[in-house]
């Protein structure tokens, strides 16, 4: 039941044409895209602009706004006002995507964070009967990040959480 479009490549113009052809034959109720990089997939959101369709964005790898060099910040914002939502995965995100196009405030933007949600229920910190609940009895709940040192990652705030959660758990280790 799932029906898969092969994307329009080539010219700009050519581009934009093929996707509006798509979103008119395909009339989807509404568009998610997740961007790498802010100003990606231009045509396409221009596309969605037009016909009015419903577009979320998700933004993952939003730089300092200055390292953007937005062209064209009013196209944007107009972009955004056709029915597109941005989401951004951190409060530095939706700052940074607010001040490099011009938004009166970052909260425009939603902020929705990757991750999963631990449940405890009851059976230890980590939820279940799995090995990593047993480490956590023995030796104390181990916090592991994966992602590159970079600001926009946020190893600041676990770095401070990490700080709190060590006063209900010391022997806590974060890796």
Known sequence: ???VLRMVRGERMRELAGFLAMLALCR??????????PLF?????GACALLGTPTVLVHQLVPDAAELDVAHPWLYR???FRRQHWVAVSHYGSAMLSQAFGLATSDQIVVIYNGARVVDDGDGPTGGDTRATERARD???VIACVGRLAKEKGHDVLIRAAAILAAEWPRLQVL
């Open 78 to 80: 107009w972009l955004r």
């Open 139 to 141: 030796d104390g709940p």
């Open 1 to 3: 039941g799932i029906r």
């Open 28 to 37: 989807p109720g509404v568009v998610h895209l997740t961007l790498p990089w």
């Open 41 to 45: 997939a231009g045509r396409l959101r």
